[in-house]
């Protein structure tokens, strides 16, 4: 494993403060190339099934690419793993920024921490080896955490977690250094469950590459892409993520008050446009990108990530919010205590709705009304600092309803995760890509908007549902081997699998045939994701929606009258996947995919 992997997995026990480094095996790097794939192999064949997710025995993992901290444009990203202690099932985030370049750099392709430390602690990586340390930050904003931890540990990099994710909130997360965040499903919780406040990394060593030229050429080839296509040219570095809400609103898409329309009236005042005019002082990009889809907004001597699409969406229309200074001001705030911005936003928006339907009636003396910011914004803080009603907020929208009986028809989720900013009535191939996602509701584990939205590829009807069982499971195949890739998912709005082959062929000298073998790697890391879900206990049962989007036709817009025909998508969906009925890889699959023999000789 000489060429693009450093060919280490260090293995940290927390309880016993023991490292062990193992040797990458070549043949589960050929077959699941880096990242989410890797990690998620590692996940499944040392958990057993129904852990408890705070247990010792749960891991935290953090996986590099072969592509992470190379030449290769975005080549930042690493990925996070665990299993999830808001869903109960497998759990990955893409993350960007330095971190993993630096724990690359630092001799490792992937960092697994078990176990429990007796108190407070750091985990700190670098030339001069690996020493868990007493960290007197706890209880520390992450603000203040990066501050210290700077001056510190110069140089460094490092991956923290808040106070939201030190009281175990079931909505926290994970931020670096650049605030790039590893964002869903309760990877901070089970963080803190390991009394592990920070993992500080510095590296200097190089990445080796097989081809040094051919890496240069398809780099180069790649760069150029980037460069003369408008999404990762023009709208993104102008406008960043947003540059899309205005898109989304006329197409009838755009999840309004907790989803009950899919038009937000004052989507102008929410415009990248906007916000570049009067918030944003500042682009910021991960390592090796040229894209720089990262702002900065300042408020009040603040300086604030982003906020992002999802962001602005979930605290904006989704709560019936227009001002940018609230949904900056909430978006600080998260950041500040380490929770998720989607699933704040969601639950507050849940809230609402409990309260427009008479089902509750006062938080804390607050009244949860549509476009309140005062309150919204009380309420955010209040999730943030885990105080009154913010407690019930923490839980996430799945745990919050069954307190609330009939509210379940909108408790907007999918396995316990929190929906995102696009209306599967209005985008059906979305909805069935939320229903089989390998971690809950999430629009980046099948991106099938980019079509049905966008127009990009030529585009499809959104309304249709033939055919769309075929484009999710080839989304959800490509996204798998990107992430596992160690690039960002921004780059494929410019590039195809076919640039990322020619990288990857240089880079490592692993002899990949073709781009499809790529796209088989996808497949393969989708199955095993499954598997370990199967293993938690999920069946077609779980494979759903809520009962709005199945149920409720939307009432306005180009959408009008639409529902989402999921059983028929899904049952082709399965068929496709080589799944049975149930949803459970059959075996010849398996057997197709190598995965039989793979985990046959690791158990």
């Known amino acids: 494993m000489k060429y693009g992997y450093m060919g280490k997995i260090l293995i940290f026990d927390l309880s016993s403060k023991k490292a062990k480094v193992e040797s990458l095996n070549e043949k589960e790097a050929f077959l699941l190339l880096g990242g989410k794939g890797l990690g998620a192999?590692?996940?499944?064949?040392?958990?057993?099934?129904?852990?408890?997710?705070?247990?010792?025995?749960?891991?935290?993992?953090?996986?590099?690419?072969?592509?992470?901290?190379?030449?290769?444009?975005?080549?930042?990203?690493?990925?996070?793993?665990?299993?999830?202690p808001q869903t109960g099932i497998f759990l990955d985030s893409n993350c960007g920024g330095m971190f993993g370049v630096q724990l690359k750099r630092a001799g490792y392709d992937m960092l697994i921490i078990k176990g429990v430390a007796e108190e407070p602690s750091m985990l700190v990586i670098d030339e001069n080896g690996v020493e868990l340390r007493p960290c007197r930050l706890w209880g520390k904003t992450t603000f203040e955490t990066i501050s210290k931890l700077r001056k510190d540990f110069p140089n460094h990099s490092f991956l923290i977690i808040g106070p939201a994710g030190e009281r175990l909130a079931?909505?926290?997360?994970?931020?670096?250094?650049?605030?790039?965040?590893?964002?869903?499903?309760?990877?901070?919780?089970?963080?803190?469950?390991?009394?592990?406040?920070?993992?500080v990394v510095n590296g200097r060593k190089p990445i080796e590459v097989h081809d040094r030229e051919g890496m240069r050429r398809a780099a180069w080839i790649v760069r150029r892409m980037l460069r003369l296509h408008e999404v990762t040219a023009r709208s993104l570095p102008m406008y960043g993520t947003v540059n899309i809400i205005e898109a989304v609103n006329v197409m009838g898409a755009l999840p309004t008050r907790n989803f009950q329309k899919g038009r937000f009236n004052d989507t102008s005042e929410l415009s990248g446009e906007k916000w570049r005019s009067s918030l944003w002082k500042a682009d910021k990009g991960c390592y090796s990108c040229t894209i720089r889809c990262g702002k900065i907004a300042v408020l009040n001597d603040l300086w604030i990530d982003g906020p992002d699409y999802e962001t602005i969406w979930a605290f904006g229309p989704n709560c019936g919010i227009k001002s940018i200074k609230a949904i900056?001001?909430?978006?600080?705030?998260?950041?500040?205590?380490?929770?998720?911005?989607?699933?704040?936003?969601?639950?507050?928006?849940?809230?609402?709705?409990?309260?427009?339907?008479?089902?509750?009636?006062?938080?804390?003396?607050?009244?949860?009304?549509?476009?309140?910011?005062?309150?919204?914004?009380?309420?955010?803080?209040?999730?943030?600092?885990?105080?009154?009603?913010?407690?019930?907020?923490?839980?996430?929208?799945?745990?919050?309803?069954?307190?609330?009986?009939?509210?379940?028809?909108?408790?907007?989720?999918?396995?316990?995760?929190?929906?995102?900013?696009?209306?599967?009535?209005?985008?059906?191939?979305?909805?069935?890509?939320?229903?089989?996602?390998?971690?809950?509701?999430?629009?980046?584990?099948?991106?099938?908007?980019?079509?049905?939205?966008?127009?990009?590829?030529?585009?499809?009807?959104p309304y249709i549902i033939e055919g769309k069982a075929k484009l999710v499971i080839d989304r959800q195949n490509e996204k798998a081997v990107i992430d596992s890739s160690g690039l960002c998912f921004f780059a494929f709005f410019a590039i195809t699998l076919k640039e990322l082959y020619h990288m990857v062929v240089a880079c490592?000298?692993?002899?990949?045939?073709?781009?499809?073998?790529?796209?088989?790697?996808?497949?393969?890391?989708?199955?095993?994701?499954?598997?370990?879900?199967?293993?938690?206990?999920?069946?077609?049962?779980?494979?759903?929606?809520p009962s709005?989007?199945?149920?409720?036709?939307?009432?306005?817009?180009?959408?009008?009258?639409?529902?989402?025909?999921?059983?028929?998508?899904?049952?082709?969906?399965?068929?496709?996947?080589?799944?049975?009925?149930?949803?459970?890889?059959?075996?010849?699959?398996?057997?197709?995919?190598?995965?039989?023999?793979?985990?046959?000789?690791?158990?």
């Not at 497949?523 to 370990?532: A, G, H, P, Q, S």
Request: with cysteine; proline share 4%; hydrophobic share 35%.
């Open 328 to 461: 900056a001001m909430a978006n600080y705030l998260c950041d500040a205590y380490g929770i998720d911005t989607i699933s704040t936003g969601v639950t507050i928006s849940f809230l609402m709705e409990l309260y427009e339907r008479g089902l509750v009636h006062d938080l804390d003396g607050l009244k949860p009304v549509w476009g309140d910011e005062e309150v919204f914004l009380k309420l955010v803080e209040k999730a943030c600092k885990g105080e009154g009603c913010g407690k019930m907020v923490d839980q996430g929208v799945a745990r919050l309803s069954k307190q609330f009986p009939g509210s379940e028809v909108f408790a907007m989720h999918v396995k316990g995760l929190e929906m995102p900013a696009y209306d599967p009535r209005a985008a059906k191939g979305m909805g069935l890509g939320y229903a089989t996602s390998d971690r809950g509701a999430c629009h980046l584990r099948g991106y099938t908007a980019g079509q049905e939205l966008f127009g990009y590829g030529g585009g499809v009807d």
């Open 41 to 84: 192999f590692y996940l499944y064949k040392s958990l057993r099934g129904k852990e408890d997710p705070f247990s010792p025995e749960n891991l935290l993992i953090v996986s590099t690419g072969p592509l992470t901290g190379t030449i290769a444009p975005t080549g930042a990203k690493f990925s996070v793993l665990t299993k999830s």
């Open 170 to 199: 079931l909505i926290s997360g994970l931020l670096t250094d650049d605030m790039r965040s590893a964002g869903r499903g309760g990877s901070g919780a089970v963080m803190g469950s390991k009394r592990l406040k920070a993992i």
């Open 508 to 545: 490592t000298g692993q002899p990949y045939k073709d781009w499809y073998e790529l796209m088989n790697i996808g497949e393969r890391v989708y199955n095993l994701t499954r598997l370990f879900n199967v293993r938690e206990g999920l069946t077609r049962k779980d494979d759903t929606l």
């Open 548 to 603: 709005r989007f199945l149920n409720e036709p939307m009432s306005e817009g180009p959408a009008k009258g639409q529902v989402v025909e999921l059983e028929q998508m899904l049952s082709e969906y399965y068929r496709l996947r080589g799944w049975t009925e149930e949803g459970i890889p059959k075996r010849e699959t398996l057997n197709k995919l190598g995965l039989i023999e793979l985990l046959k000789t690791n158990k």
